[in-house]
């Protein structure tokens, strides 16, 4: 059977993880390959690395770094940030980036939803969707939650699907850094109109947080920073309390 | 030397690294000639059937793969091509062995398929020469990572293992000197690459 899998996120700016880390044992706690490497070893199902250096030009480094984690884990890995046209996506995928996770762009111009799944296959097509509830529904946000646009996020993933998405990684903004839980309303809500896997992400505080979003909130993975990076729970604890309580996790 | 048969498929560069990873000696090529006197041939893929097919066509690779006595090993995409016909985009494949590549039903589950699922391995695979010296001593509840729309069915007389997702499935098939794993030994851990470095040495 199918396990749900559990994905550590890194923020990486100028080629170093920049949030949350308190590894002890590390040379170096910065270094998104060496990071990398523990949680994979830790038993990580996939990887997410969220770029966000602030400038294009700084954002050339990128290649390296994925090209230096590709030589090191053997799992699958996604990059996300500032991508934005079909050769940013080429190049990251021959790097050795499994997937890509499209943002901000996608919301710009939908189109490139469909050019690159036509292009490079669905499966490596992650669209991030940053939502934040707004009267009784819930608005789609862009540039790293600073933008608020008009689109409605249950519409906004349901086009992206149609558009030939291969999967939801879906960050409710209410709930992020508050380590309060998911927004399980909302990944039900959209777990209840998609046919592709959503990945949870925002809000994750504890392992019994991660049991109701794969549970309740019916979630294929959980993405989950803080709660790994600062070590208060093992990727192996998270997935033995998931597994005690009858969750599928590869173990 | 391993060829690994470079004809712009996805996941080549992670199946290179994998190999570099277990010093493998091993290279890319798209050379008929090439991959015609490998020692072994692995033949990778992401992406729809149709387009690799007309690759491997266009680049004068089909005969050349159909006649291999060399120990071969399709992946993902790569096991679905040793099939002779593919449901996505009705594509005539390579026709080494029998049956049609199916498409899982969106209705019973997601699809694509997209993560870590078991195979439950056949003691035909275990006692296979070839495969056997590849899977047998596999821990059953080991898992791999997939991803993928189109499948296997598990009635074919190649199936050496077989996965549940909606349905069961081959997910490992073996055929003489051809070996086909639908799930990525690249990115499955420690056990793809103790599957992959099996096959280095066999």
Same mark, same amino acid.
Not at chain 1, 217 to 232: K, T
């Given at each position: 059977?199918?396990?749900?899998?559990?994905?550590?996120?890194?923020?990486?700016?100028?080629?170093? #993880?920049?949030? =949350?880390?308190?590894? #002890?044992?590390?040379?170096?706690?910065?270094?998104?390959?060496?990071?990398?490497?523990?949680?994979?070893?830790?038993?990580?199902?996939?990887?997410?690395?969220?770029?966000?250096?602030?400038?294009?030009?700084?954002?050339?480094?990128?290649?390296?770094?994925? *090209?230096?984690?590709?030589?090191?884990?053997?799992?699958?890995?996604?990059?996300? &940030?500032?991508?934005?046209?079909?050769?940013?996506?080429?190049?990251?995928?021959?790097?050795?980036?499994?997937?890509?996770?499209?943002?901000? %762009? %996608?919301?710009?111009?939908? @189109?490139?939803?469909?050019?690159?799944? %036509?292009?490079?296959?669905? @499966?490596?097509?992650?669209?991030?969707?940053?939502?934040?509830?707004?009267?009784? @529904?819930?608005?789609?946000?862009? =540039?790293?939650?600073?933008?608020?646009?008009?689109?409605?996020?249950?519409?906004?993933?349901?086009?992206?699907?149609?558009?030939?998405? !291969?999967?939801?990684?879906?960050?409710?903004?209410?709930? +992020?850094?508050?380590?309060?839980?998911?927004?399980?309303?909302?990944?039900?809500? #959209?777990?209840?109109?998609?046919?592709?896997?959503?990945?949870?992400?925002? =809000?994750? &505080?504890?392992?019994?947080?991660?049991?109701?979003?794969?549970?309740? =909130?019916?979630?294929?993975?959980?993405?989950?920073?803080?709660?790994?990076?600062?070590?208060?729970?093992?990727?192996?604890?998270?997935?033995?309390?998931?597994?005690?309580?009858?969750?599928?996790?590869?173990? | 030397?391993?060829?690994?048969?470079?004809?712009?498929?996805?996941?080549?560069?992670?199946?290179?690294?994998?190999?570099?990873?277990?010093?493998? +000696?091993?290279?890319?090529?798209?050379?008929?000639?090439?991959?015609?006197?490998?020692?072994?041939?692995?033949?990778?893929?992401?992406?729809?059937?149709?387009?690799?097919?007309?690759?491997?066509?266009?680049?004068?690779?089909?005969?050349?793969? *159909?006649?291999?006595?060399?120990?071969?090993?399709?992946?993902?995409?790569?096991?679905?091509?040793?099939?002779?016909?593919?449901?996505?985009?009705?594509?005539?494949?390579?026709?080494?062995?029998?049956?049609?590549?199916?498409?899982?039903?969106?209705?019973?589950?997601?699809?694509?398929?997209?993560?870590?699922?078991?195979?439950?391995?056949?003691?035909?695979?275990?006692?296979?020469?070839?495969?056997?010296?590849?899977?047998? &001593?596999?821990?059953?509840?080991?898992?791999?990572?997939?991803?993928?729309?189109?499948?296997?069915?598990?009635?074919? !007389?190649?199936?050496? !293992?077989?996965?549940?997702?909606?349905?069961?499935?081959?997910? %490992?098939?073996?055929?003489?000197?051809?070996?086909?794993? @639908?799930?990525?030994?690249?990115?499955?851990?420690?056990?793809?690459?103790?599957?992959?470095?099996?096959?280095?040495?066999?």
């Amino acid at each position: 059977m199918l396990a749900k899998r559990i994905i550590p996120c890194l923020d990486v700016a100028d080629g170093r #993880v920049v949030k =949350g880390v308190n590894f #002890v044992d590390l040379k170096d706690a910065g270094d998104p390959v060496e990071l990398g490497e523990r949680y994979y070893l830790e038993g990580a199902d996939e990887l997410v690395f969220l770029d966000i250096t602030a400038t294009v030009e700084k954002r050339k480094t990128v290649i390296d770094w994925v *090209r230096r984690v590709a030589d090191t884990i053997f799992i699958p890995f996604t990059v996300g &940030g500032g991508i934005s046209s079909l050769e940013a996506i080429s190049n990251l995928l021959r790097a050795g980036a499994d997937k890509v996770s499209l943002n901000s %762009a %996608a919301v710009r111009n939908p @189109q490139l939803i469909r050019e690159a799944a %036509a292009a490079f296959g669905s @499966q490596c097509i992650v669209i991030a969707v940053d939502a934040k509830r707004s009267g009784n @529904q819930w608005k789609v946000f862009t =540039g790293g939650g600073r933008f608020e646009t008009e689109r409605d996020a249950l519409e906004w993933i349901e086009e992206a699907e149609n558009l030939g998405a !291969g999967e939801i990684l879906l960050t409710s903004m209410d709930r +992020d850094g508050t380590q309060v839980g998911y927004d399980l309303v909302l990944l039900k809500e #959209v777990a209840d109109r998609t046919r592709i896997p959503v990945i949870a992400s925002g =809000g994750a &505080g504890s392992p019994e947080h991660l049991l109701s979003a794969l549970r309740e =909130g019916e979630a294929d993975a959980v993405l989950a920073a803080s709660i790994f990076h600062y070590e208060r729970y093992s990727i192996a604890e998270v997935k033995e309390f998931l597994s005690k309580e009858g969750v599928v996790v590869r173990q | 030397m391993i060829v690994v048969v470079d004809y712009r498929a996805g996941n080549l560069y992670n199946v290179g690294n994998a190999l570099k990873h277990l010093k493998a +000696d091993f290279s890319f090529s798209g050379d008929p000639g090439v991959v015609a006197k490998a020692d072994k041939v692995i033949l990778p893929g992401v992406g729809s059937a149709r387009a690799a097919m007309t690759s491997l066509a266009t680049q004068g690779l089909c005969d050349v793969i *159909r006649g291999l006595k060399v120990p071969f090993l399709g992946i993902c995409l790569g096991l679905q091509l040793l099939f002779e016909r593919s449901e996505e985009d009705d594509t005539e494949c390579l026709g080494i062995l029998p049956g049609t590549i199916r498409r899982f039903d969106s209705e019973l589950t997601k699809v694509p398929q997209i993560g870590w699922n078991q195979v439950a391995w056949r003691k035909e695979g275990l006692l296979d020469p070839f495969a056997g010296q590849i899977v047998s &001593g596999i821990p059953e509840a080991s898992y791999f990572y997939f991803v993928h729309s189109y499948y296997a069915p598990s009635n074919n !007389g190649s199936t050496i !293992g077989t996965t549940v997702y909606g349905e069961e499935y081959s997910s %490992a098939v073996v055929s003489g000197n051809f070996l086909g794993l @639908q799930f990525h030994p690249e990115r499955s851990g420690e056990v793809g690459l103790e599957l992959l470095r099996r096959f280095v040495v066999c």
